[in-house]
């Protein structure tokens, strides 16, 4: 029996194997490499190009020109995925390029460096990422739409960076782990509509001005974020580590960059960022804005606490129209360490007890979900039940109210019709937990 | 070489075209629906269509199943959405029966066909992990070359 369980898959013709590749998302597609010696070989005949930006700036410069063309090259068709090497030697060592191409117009340049270039020699060439250099005569590299960059390190900065002028109607980029990277630029851009920053360890300034971006993801620590123009905003994740450890907070900065982001609809924020802000005594109603777009609201941090309890009702102030609500605790992530502010933006306030917060906190007029994950029913000290009995107390239309714990063990609670006095929370194993609470809402079955 | 009948007569047969496959069985298809072959158009216009032709790569349970294929399409007045349901009804079938309407469809250059059998197998591939898709499939790995493999392409894996 097992004799006709042949390996049926790897014996159809190559070109149909390129074919059920094309099918797959570039990332999956480049896996399949991994399958069998077969698999591997289709993606070669890899073309490999060499590059030599060493002997000095004019080198160097032309090095980028006969790269671009090449890439450009690269670029002439989407048929089929292709993985070229770009090899680039520079004096402080050799970097290769693997340029990968998916079919759906997209490009994923994943930048390996030779032992020489760990020691992070820094060239005395500006670091950084953006519309810098002059254009070149390209079409096919204005074909492509997506751009993927990992790992670029700081001599091949200049590439990088002519490649994204030249990329003129890109939509999608991602820059990934460029360690080195300091300044990111994005000027006078009308076509990318999704950026993603993600552990970039050494940057210190994002600057996007891009009018049809409608997706911003930065994950890393806290630097110099400045969005101009970013009126089509959508979805913004602000996946936070902490605070750049140079430099103090900057409030004004960090209020800005809040203020930029008011038109968007999805926000995703690290808990730390506005436990900091409220402790430097911003109070969030009494801004000049608001996030009046904002429907879906997600909130992380390593663990709930009175200041950041008191600071996420602060924040929900400036979210009238917020419909959904997550709550996510994970220890896993590092923990952000409150730094003691001496001067406050409004007044202070965390000092106020819980009652008082609540009773500052506005109507949630149309919150109908709240999802709180990482959370036990009967742990937290009691924060839990706190932000429950807030959520009651100010909302009108909520549905449901679900809280998972990392054991995916969940509960959930809705609406019973009569008031009862003893409330009892039932997990999905169908044991009730009695509590003393007078919540008006009976629990039910969790899912 | 006579045409097609002529619009005259009261109960014009269509044109058929006999197909036979490589274990001896013969089956028919109409010219219309065997048009959706490239192969098969060629040798039609070749006038080579007038005898059985022989398929020696096909077997006769998927030839069936082509010509099957191949009739459907040819349909007019069917709708996208009940077309697509048929498809995926189609290939709703084990993966080597798949990979059999691959080669023929291939072989007989049937474009439609050969799209949508690649793409259940791309759907068969999608989300899962290198083993899984070797389990699927019965694929022997090559484990010197995977770590090399895996060091270049690290953003894959992650």
């Known amino acids: 029996m097992a004799q006709e369980h042949l390996d049926l898959i790897s014996n159809l013709p190559q070109d149909i194997l390129q074919r059920i590749k094309s099918f797959l998302p570039l990332k999956e597609a480049v896996r399949t490499s991994l399958l069998s010696t077969q698999w591997m070989s289709l993606w070669s005949p890899t073309v490999v190009s060499h590059f030599d930006a060493g002997d000095g700036l004019t080198s160097a410069i032309n090095a980028v020109k006969d790269s671009l063309e090449a890439v450009g090259t690269i670029l002439r068709s989407y048929d089929s995925l292709e993985m070229h090497k770009l090899c680039f030697r520079f004096p402080e060592g050799d970097v290769t390029v693997i340029a990968t191409k998916g079919v759906d117009r997209e490009l994923h340049l994943n930048f390996l460096h030779s032992e020489k270039e760990e020691q992070k020699c820094y060239s005395p060439i500006r670091r950084e990422l953006g519309n810098t250099s002059p254009p070149i005569n390209s079409t096919n590299l204005s074909t492509l739409r997506t751009l993927h960059l990992r790992s670029v390190a700081s001599v091949t900065e200049d590439f990088a960076s002519s490649l994204l002028t030249n990329c003129r109607l890109l939509q999608s980029l991602k820059i990934e782990r460029c360690g080195g990277l300091k300044r990111i630029a994005i000027e006078k851009n009308e076509s990318l509509k999704s950026l993603m920053i993600a552990d970039c360890l050494d940057i210190e300034n994002v600057t996007v001005s891009a009018t049809g971006l409608r997706s911003f993801v930065y994950k890393g620590l806290l630097t110099h974020i400045h969005m101009k123009n970013a009126l089509n905003l959508v979805d913004v994740v602000l996946d936070l580590e902490g605070a750049f450890g140079r430099g103090d907070f900057d409030c004004e900065e960090v209020l800005s960059l809040l203020s930029s982001l008011k038109e968007v609809e999805t926000l995703t924020t690290s808990g730390w960022l506005l436990e900091w802000l409220c402790s430097a005594g911003v109070i969030f109603g009494r801004l000049e804005f608001q996030l009046h777009k904002l429907k879906q609201l997600r909130w992380t941090d390593t663990l709930m606490d009175d200041a950041k309890r008191d600071s996420l009702a602060c924040f929900l102030n400036i979210c009238p129209i917020l419909e959904k609500l997550f709550i996510t605790i994970d220890p896993s992530r590092s923990r952000v360490i409150r730094p003691y502010f001496h001067q406050y933006w409004h007044e202070p306030h965390l000092w106020m007890d819980f009652p008082a917060v609540k009773s500052n906190v506005s109507k949630l007029k149309h919150l109908t979900l709240v999802e709180f994950f990482g959370f036990t029913i009967d742990g937290e000290d009691g924060l839990l039940s706190s932000l429950v009995d807030l959520l009651l107390e100010k909302t009108i239309v909520l549905k449901s109210i679900t809280v998972k714990s990392h054991e995916n063990v969940s509960w959930g609670f809705t609406k019973v019709p009569s008031k009862r006095p003893a409330l009892k929370w039932w997990n999905y194993r169908r044991t009730a937990i009695s509590l003393p609470r007078n919540f008006s809402f009976a629990l039910i079955q969790g899912r | ?158």
Not at chain 2, 21 to 40: M, N, Y
């Open chain 2, 1 to 158: 070489m006579s045409s097609p009948s002529s619009s005259s007569s009261l109960s014009c047969p269509k044109k058929m075209i006999t197909l036979k496959s490589s274990d001896g069985e013969t089956f028919e298809i109409e010219e219309i629906a065997a048009l959706q072959s490239k192969t098969l158009e060629n040798m039609i216009d070749e006038n080579c269509a007038d005898t059985p032709i022989p398929l020696p790569n096909i077997e006769g349970k998927v030839l069936a199943k082509v010509v099957e294929f191949c009739t459907k399409h040819a349909e007019v007045g069917v709708d996208a959405e009940s077309l697509r349901a048929w498809d995926d009804e189609f290939v709703n079938v084990e993966h080597n029966t798949v990979f059999d309407y691959i080669l023929a469809a291939n072989f007989l250059e049937i474009p439609t066909l050969l799209d949508l059998a690649c793409r259940v197998v791309a759907d068969m591939i999608k989300g899962k992990t290198p083993d899984e898709i070797r389990k699927i499939f019965n694929i022997k790995p090559s484990p010197e070359e995977e770590e090399e493999v895996r060091r270049e392409n690290q953003w894959a894996f992650e």
